[in-house]
């Protein structure tokens, strides 16, 4: 497709969904990416330069089905609601299967875990006074919501609450967490804010409010379980985003840990799988968040027949552990953020270290990652996708590295 300013009137057969959730076809030999389009459809688009606006389908896909939300489409959160279960999960699938053959790898890629469960338990909303929701889809304009129907139902008041909390902050992000205990709001704001929140807290009955992270009401303690302690959370911290998807993943890893009993899990932050490791094998815990690392000991010490070796605050991206460090251990466990695990990947490839159990969520630096490892000698064993990011782009994965 050649660039213009004239906008132009065009039909396009839509082939492949492409990572993002957009229909893409070729319209002059050029690869042309059609929002909402799914395959096997024909298009009429208007184009302009880049630029490339769907008018109507012309032939409509049998996998197509109606969105179950009235935002979609204009709301940034969803990529795909409009196709039916299967290729949907044959989509997220597909996702991992081609980063992986850009590294050159092709190991057997199971169907995702559908793990959406009772539904998300933590959002961030962009809050205004005049009401609350997500960013529009490729705008940094406000699509306000009323209700999300991809939240746990505890969530359910979340665009309410966060609306009454932005009439005294004004503009800002409202990071809530569905706990065993209620609701945890972390108010997210440039210049941060001296308003006083106790009215609300307690009209929405609240379990804690912070402003940046930092306590400014602690109504209850925030406790989450895994496995069978309970963690008391610190504020802004990371979890996962459906407690079913947590439960999903933390059972792969601890299939592929097979009978391993000294355990190192790395970027273990509060302890989704340490916590559940720790009742058959003795664990440690690295992790770059203090805060995090210290729920974690503390749940550890505190939930009777835990095995534990200790559990360390280590920045591991700078100072991953060393092979030598490594070998300590029957396995080791790395859950990175996006970013994924260069260094300490390349430690491990080095390393005499037998199973690693890898826990991703991007597959294009998962494949980087693993391109390491099988270079460094381990065999790249099946992969497992868990899709916890309902009708998103957003796919988790495990998978087990052995020599």
Known sequence: MTASADPEIAEIDVTGLTSRGEGVGRIGGAATFVPGALPDERWKVRV????????????ESPDRIAPHCQHFGTCGGCAVQHLKADPYLAWKRDIVVRALEKVGLKPEVEMPVDAHGAGRRRTVLHARPEGAGYAKAHSHELCLIEACPLLVPQLAGAPEIATDFARLTGPADMAFTASDTGIDLDIRCRKGTGADFSALARRHDLARVSVNGEVRIARRPVVVRMGRAEVTLPPASFLQPTAAGEAALAQLVIERLGKARRVADLFSGGGPFSLRMAETAAVFA???????????????????????????????????LLPRELEKYNAAVIDPPRAGARAQCEAAAKSKLGRLVYVSCDPGTFARDARILVDGGYSLGTVSPVDQFRHSAHVELVAAFTR
């Open 48 to 59: 302009a330069g880049e630029v490339v606006e769907p008018l109507a389908c012309l032939d």
């Open 286 to 320: 690295a992790d770059s968040d203090q805060a995090a690392i210290g729920a974690l000991d503390k749940a550890l010490q505190q939930t009777p027949g835990l095995k534990r070796i200790g559990a360390e605050v280590i920045d591991l991206f700078r100072l991953p």
